[in-house]
C-alpha cells in the first residue's frame, strides 16, 4: 500500500486522528463520560419472612439471603435504611398451606404483620407486597386449582382479596406476579372500591417460565405438587408476546411494570423501554444471584465486579428500577467506589 494509500485508508476510519482510548485513560475520564449509572436508588430489596420467633436462617441455595420472622425485622430495617435503600418486597412463608391460601388474605397473616412490623420500624421505607398464590397453596400454584388446571377467572378475586388486605396493613405499593389474564384489572378494581385508589401497582408483566427460579422456589417454599407453570408464566422464547401482555397490563392500571427475570431478557426489556414510557421494572432472581455467588466462592469470578457489572447491564438495557438479592451489597460497593 503506498503512503497515499494509508493516508486514504486513515482518513475513512478515523484513525489516528479518532482515538476512543482517550476518554478511557483514568478513572475520572471514564466516570465523566459513562453512559449509565447504577444507584442504590434503583434497588429493590426482596425479604422472606416466616412465622416464630429468633429465626435468621440463611437460605442454602442463596448465601447472604435469610428467612427473617417478625422479631428480626426492625435489625434488618435498620440496616437496609442505613445503606438508604429505598423500598422492599415481601414474600411470606404462611403456617399452613390449604386449596386456596387463606393465610394470604387473613387480616393477621405473615404479611400483613411484616407490614405493620416494618411500618413501625421505619415508616418512610416503600413496602411492597407480592401478590399470588404460590407460597400459601397445598398444590403450590399460583391459582385455584380444579382437576389439575389453574382456573383464570376465581383466582383473581382471590389476588383482589390479597391486595386489599396487604393494603389496609399499610402496604405502599402491590405486585401482582401470578400471571394471570386480567390480574391487574382485577386488583385495580379492588383496591379502588376499598377506597385505596391511591395505591400504586407493580405489575409482574412479562414473567417467564424459567429455570432461573429455583433457588426462591426453595426459598418460598413453592415448587408447583403437580406439572409446572408453562400455561400461565411466559414461553421464554417468546418476545412480541411480552409487548402484548405489558400494553394489557398498562391498559388494565398498571403503574409501573416489570420484565422477570432480567438477565436472559436484557433484549425484552431493551424493546419494552423503546416503546413504553412507564417506569420500567427488572427483576434480578435468585438464579442468577446464586451462580455468581457459586462462582465466587469457587473462586472463578470477582463477586463486586461481577455483580456490578451484571446490575449495569440490566440497567443500561432500559431498567429503570431493579429488584435484586444483591441491593445490601451493591450498596456499600457503590458507596465506597463514590467514597
Given at each position: 500500500m503506498t503512503e497515499i494509500e494509508e493516508t486514504s485508508k486513515a482518513a475513512?476510519?478515523?484513525?489516528p486522528t479518532v482515538r476512543m482510548r482517550r476518554l478511557r485513560r483514568t478513572p475520572a475520564l471514564r466516570r465523566m463520560v459513562r453512559e449509565t449509572k447504577l444507584s442504590v436508588d434503583d434497588f429493590i430489596y426482596p425479604l422472606f419472612v416466616v412465622h416464630g420467633q429468633d429465626i435468621r436462617q440463611e437460605i442454602s441455595s442463596m448465601p447472604g439471603v435469610y428467612h427473617l420472622s417478625l422479631d428480626q425485622l426492625p435489625r434488618e430495617v435498620n440496616e437496609i435504611s442505613a445503606l438508604d435503600i429505598p423500598a422492599v418486597i415481601l414474600f411470606g412463608i404462611p403456617a399452613h398451606k390449604d386449596p386456596i391460601g387463606l393465610e394470604n388474605f387473613a387480616e393477621h397473616g405473615i404479611i400483613q404483620e411484616a407490614v405493620r412490623t416494618i411500618k413501625r420500624a421505619?415508616?418512610?421505607?416503600?413496602?411492597?407486597?407480592?401478590?399470588?398464590?404460590?407460597?400459601?397453596?397445598?398444590?403450590?400454584?399460583?391459582?385455584?386449582?380444579?382437576d389439575h388446571q389453574v382456573l383464570n377467572d376465581e383466582?383473581?378475586?382471590?389476588?383482589?382479596?390479597?391486595?386489599v388486605s396487604h393494603a389496609e396493613a399499610g402496604a405502599d405499593m402491590v405486585a401482582p406476579s401470578g400471571m394471570m389474564d386480567g390480574q391487574v384489572g382485577a386488583v385495580r378494581h379492588a383496591l379502588d372500591g376499598a377506597g385505596f385508589a391511591q395505591l400504586p401497582i407493580l405489575a409482574y408483566a412479562a414473567k417467564y417460565a424459567s429455570n432461573f427460579y429455583g433457588p426462591f422456589r426453595d426459598a418460598a417454599q413453592s415448587p408447583p405438587q403437580f406439572g409446572d407453570r408453562r400455561s400461565y408464566q411466559m414461553d421464554p422464547a417468546n418476545a412480541r408476546m411480552a409487548l402484548r401482555e405489558i400494553a394489557l397490563d398498562i391498559q388494565e392500571g398498571a403503574d409501573i411494570v416489570m420484565v422477570k427475570p432480567a438477565l436472559p431478557y436484557l433484549d425484552i426489556i431493551r424493546q419494552v423501554r423503546d416503546r413504553f414510557p412507564l417506569p420500567l421494572a427488572a427483576y434480578n432472581v435468585s438464579g442468577e444471584y446464586a451462580m455468581i455467588k457459586a462462582a465466587a466462592r469457587n473462586g472463578w469470578l470477582n463477586?463486586?465486579?461481577?455483580?456490578?457489572?451484571?446490575?449495569?447491564?440490566i440497567k443500561r438495557a432500559g431498567a429503570d428500577l431493579i429488584l435484586t438479592y444483591f441491593a445490601k451489597d451493591a450498596a456499600r460497593w457503590l458507596s465506597e467506589q463514590h467514597g
Amino acid at each position: 500500500m503506498t503512503e497515499i494509500e494509508e493516508t486514504s485508508k486513515a482518513a475513512e476510519t478515523g484513525f489516528p486522528t479518532v482515538r476512543m482510548r482517550r476518554l478511557r485513560r483514568t478513572p475520572a475520564l471514564r466516570r465523566m463520560v459513562r453512559e449509565t449509572k447504577l444507584s442504590v436508588d434503583d434497588f429493590i430489596y426482596p425479604l422472606f419472612v416466616v412465622h416464630g420467633q429468633d429465626i435468621r436462617q440463611e437460605i442454602s441455595s442463596m448465601p447472604g439471603v435469610y428467612h427473617l420472622s417478625l422479631d428480626q425485622l426492625p435489625r434488618e430495617v435498620n440496616e437496609i435504611s442505613a445503606l438508604d435503600i429505598p423500598a422492599v418486597i415481601l414474600f411470606g412463608i404462611p403456617a399452613h398451606k390449604d386449596p386456596i391460601g387463606l393465610e394470604n388474605f387473613a387480616e393477621h397473616g405473615i404479611i400483613q404483620e411484616a407490614v405493620r412490623t416494618i411500618k413501625r420500624a421505619n415508616p418512610d421505607l416503600t413496602v411492597i407486597t407480592d401478590v399470588c398464590m404460590c407460597e400459601y397453596t397445598d398444590h403450590g400454584h399460583c391459582g385455584v386449582v380444579r382437576d389439575h388446571q389453574v382456573l383464570n377467572d376465581e383466582t383473581l378475586t382471590i389476588y383482589g382479596r390479597v391486595a386489599v388486605s396487604h393494603a389496609e396493613a399499610g402496604a405502599d405499593m402491590v405486585a401482582p406476579s401470578g400471571m394471570m389474564d386480567g390480574q391487574v384489572g382485577a386488583v385495580r378494581h379492588a383496591l379502588d372500591g376499598a377506597g385505596f385508589a391511591q395505591l400504586p401497582i407493580l405489575a409482574y408483566a412479562a414473567k417467564y417460565a424459567s429455570n432461573f427460579y429455583g433457588p426462591f422456589r426453595d426459598a418460598a417454599q413453592s415448587p408447583p405438587q403437580f406439572g409446572d407453570r408453562r400455561s400461565y408464566q411466559m414461553d421464554p422464547a417468546n418476545a412480541r408476546m411480552a409487548l402484548r401482555e405489558i400494553a394489557l397490563d398498562i391498559q388494565e392500571g398498571a403503574d409501573i411494570v416489570m420484565v422477570k427475570p432480567a438477565l436472559p431478557y436484557l433484549d425484552i426489556i431493551r424493546q419494552v423501554r423503546d416503546r413504553f414510557p412507564l417506569p420500567l421494572a427488572a427483576y434480578n432472581v435468585s438464579g442468577e444471584y446464586a451462580m455468581i455467588k457459586a462462582a465466587a466462592r469457587n473462586g472463578w469470578l470477582n463477586e463486586q465486579g461481577t455483580a456490578l457489572e451484571m446490575l449495569t447491564g440490566i440497567k443500561r438495557a432500559g431498567a429503570d428500577l431493579i429488584l435484586t438479592y444483591f441491593a445490601k451489597d451493591a450498596a456499600r460497593w457503590l458507596s465506597e467506589q463514590h467514597g
